[in-house]
């Protein structure tokens, strides 16, 4: 009879070997060595190395929380959580995030993995959008708005990640917020 399989320690070594390698420098075998599994496991579970990505990231992107928060009626308030748990997403997650973006353009079979990404940023866009329809933002496409709160972030990340910068240390999110709101907020006919 065959043996359980942990499909946690499986997605566990792969996001690793892939944060670690990339698509072209991860291999079956390794994940499988390092999940203590046998490679036929991963093919018959995953049908392919690129399903198997697509498991692992989907599976690890699920418990993010920066795009499932619901909206109340503080619009600074529910900004601050957005920003806060971004940067708790950030955290746990950097590596992986920012190695998608790298390989991405380069391996289309990696494009099945997006959709996890914009599922969050919707969920920013639903809570601006519900601001905005009540005034507390200005008008415009949510998403924009959504990407104009949530880039800056990742682009601060990503350059500590390059050794370009110092990343979200010391990062004021009360003024970040404040600053966000002072380019978005509803006009106070000043």
């Known amino acids: 009879m065959p043996r359980n399989v942990d499909v946690s320690e499986i997605y566990s070594a792969?996001?690793?070997?892939?944060c670690?390698?990339?698509f072209s420098g991860t291999t079956t075998k390794e994940?499988?060595?390092?999940a203590?599994?046998?490679e036929v496991t991963l093919f018959r579970r995953f049908g392919s190395k690129a399903g198997l990505i697509e498991a692992a990231i989907g599976?690890?992107?699920s418990d993010v929380s920066f795009g499932k928060m619901l909206p109340g009626e503080d619009v600074k308030a529910d900004l601050l959580e957005i920003v806060r748990n971004y940067l708790e997403t950030y955290r746990k997650h950097s590596g992986l995030a920012l190695t998608l973006f790298a390989q991405v353009p380069?391996?289309?079979?990696?494009?099945?993995v997006t959709p996890f990404l914009l599922k969050n940023l919707q969920g920013v866009a639903r809570a601006l959008a519900k601001h905005q329809s009540s005034g507390r933002l200005k008008p415009g496409d949510p998403v924009s708005f959504a990407v104009a709160l949530i880039a800056p972030l990742a682009v601060m990340g990503f350059m500590k990640e390059m050794g370009l910068g110092t990343g979200?240390?010391?990062l004021d999110v009360e003024n970040y917020v404040?600053?966000?709101l002072q380019g978005h907020g509803p006009d106070t006919g000043r």
């Open 14 to 18: 792969t996001v690793a070997l892939f």
């Open 20 to 22: 670690e390698r990339g």
């Open 31 to 34: 994940i499988a060595d390092r």
């Open 36 to 38: 203590g599994v046998n």
């Open 59 to 61: 599976d690890t992107l």
């Open 106 to 112: 380069q391996h289309p079979e990696l494009r099945a």
């Open 168 to 170: 979200h240390e010391g």
């Open 178 to 180: 404040q600053t966000y």
